[in-house]
């Protein structure tokens, strides 16, 4: 390599670090990926119908205490023979037919009024639980989006890290030939070759995988991706609050423990209704009949009668069921009271793990682009060394190799960074369009 090739592959990998993202060559968006995925991914279809299913609970409940009408008609052809004794009369065939127009109207029926209650509340928990999977959802095609940019990533990387070694292969096989090189050096770099090509397979691998569950979250193919815009990422103002402060907004918002929270609401209930059995209950009840051919006597007769009462039902005793109801409702009260500590405190866990995971990274990628800056800096001082004298274009390589590499850490913290906020947005109820318009705005073409 002459040193006007090796001053263009340090302009080049200049661009690279300071802009890798900046290259139009994607396409699509991270939000219109997340409203794709909220058409198409089974996983939310799936919690969409549930959803819709729980919707029904409130007016099924209410339907316990609304009037209930029913009709009934009957239409029967009567053969009849009767004997009395050794009399035996002649045989009877007619028509019978009955017509019942009834009504029933709850009057009193507390285990139906608590009903209504848990039916209240159940329906407020699949609205949060729903609200969690929406934020799932996004997350991963977040998670998605961004192994698949990493992977590109790496990509590009090997890419140029094989370039280098190939250079120092060809270099050092030169050197050999011509008696002043080292078996050692053809030794080492066509190791590493071997091990960048090891490293290509895995990486396509990756990047085929990471595309298969883009493609199968969102229902469709994925061409490209818009990449990270790295202006608006550095001006991207994270969340600077104490762990303790984000828990307290994660315990107020979080969909999911405020869904676990409902299940006290519900056991509640569910103990009311129990009880509720020793209750007794009062109906209106109103029916209107017509009968004809009620029996043999009155064939051709036709009776139209009209019922209007009240139904009063009492309890005495059915063999302990309510009484083990209660308690088996008093063991859900105490199973969702312990269900909300354990939430509570893993919640509390991860917001500290991912608010500690946003600090690093933040800390992180300032390490690295200082480390970029210095590996830059090597390489130019490197390369005037051989103009020097004092280094050669091995060392040269050597240094844009090890610059290549500290890009790819660079940018891999880059998206663990953001891959962190996310998740912490997510344990704080705050995954909404208005923050994945925000978040999505870091990526662009």
């Not at 009880?275 to 009620?294: R, Y």
């Not at 103009?387 to 940018?411: C, H, I, P, S, Y």
Request: some cysteine.
């Amino acid at each position: 390599m002459n040193m006007r090739q090796l001053t263009l592959k340090i302009l080049w990998l200049g661009v690279l670090c300071t802009g890798l993202a900046s290259v139009p060559a994607f396409s699509q968006g991270l939000g219109a990926l997340v409203e794709l995925a909220r058409k198409n991914d089974p996983q939310w279809l799936l919690a969409n119908a549930k959803f819709r299913e729980s919707q029904e609970y409130l007016p099924q409940a209410y339907s316990q205490l609304l009037p209930s009408v029913s009709f009934t008609s009957n239409s029967n052809k009567v053969q009849q023979q009767l004997t009395n004794g050794a009399t035996e009369n002649p045989e009877q065939r007619y028509p019978s037919s009955s017509k019942v127009l009834s009504l029933r109207q709850p009057i009193f029926r507390s285990k139906q009024m608590f009903g209504v209650n848990s039916a209240k509340a159940q329906t407020e928990q699949a609205a949060f639980y729903f609200q969690e999977e929406t934020q799932q959802v996004t997350l991963r095609v977040v998670d998605a989006y961004l192994n698949l940019l990493l992977a590109n990533d790496r990509k590009v990387f090997l890419e140029s890290q094989k370039e280098l070694v190939n250079t120092r292969l060809k270099a050092a096989m030169a050197g050999l030939r011509a008696g002043q090189g080292m078996r050692t050096d053809v030794d080492e770099a066509q190791a590493e070759l071997s091990k960048i090509v090891a490293d290509e397979i895995q990486v396509n691998q990756s990047i085929l995988v990471s595309k298969m569950q883009m493609e199968l979250l969102i229902g469709t193919s994925v061409s490209s991706l818009y990449p990270l815009n790295l202006n608006k990422f550095k001006t991207y103002a994270f969340s600077h609050l104490t762990p303790e402060q984000l828990f307290e907004q994660a315990i107020q918002n979080n969909p999911k423990l405020k869904a676990q929270k409902l299940d006290v609401e519900i056991a509640q209930a569910m103990i009311k209704q129990a009880e509720a059995g020793h209750h007794p209950t009062l109906d209106l009840t109103a029916q209107v009949n017509q009968t004809s051919g009620e029996s043999s006597y009155f064939v051709s007769t036709r009776n139209n009668s009209r019922v209007v009462g009240l139904q009063l039902n009492v309890p005495i005793y059915s063999g302990g069921l309510i009484n083990s109801q209660v308690r088996q409702a008093l063991s859900k009260l105490e199973q969702a009271q312990e269900q909300i500590s354990f939430a509570s405190n893993n919640l509390r866990v991860q917001i500290h793990k991912e608010s500690s995971a946003v600090k690093e990274g933040i800390k992180r990628v300032e390490a690295f682009e200082v480390a970029v800056v210095s590996a830059k800096q090597a390489v130019i001082s490197n390369q005037k060394g051989v103009l020097a004298g004092t280094r050669t274009e091995f060392d040269v390589m050597k240094n844009l190799n090890q610059l290549t590499q500290v890009q790819l850490d660079l940018t891999r913290s880059r998206y663990e960074l953001i891959s962190a906020w996310f998740r912490l947005k997510s344990y704080l109820g705050s995954v909404d369009n208005q923050f994945v318009d925000e978040l999505s705005s870091i990526f662009s073409p």
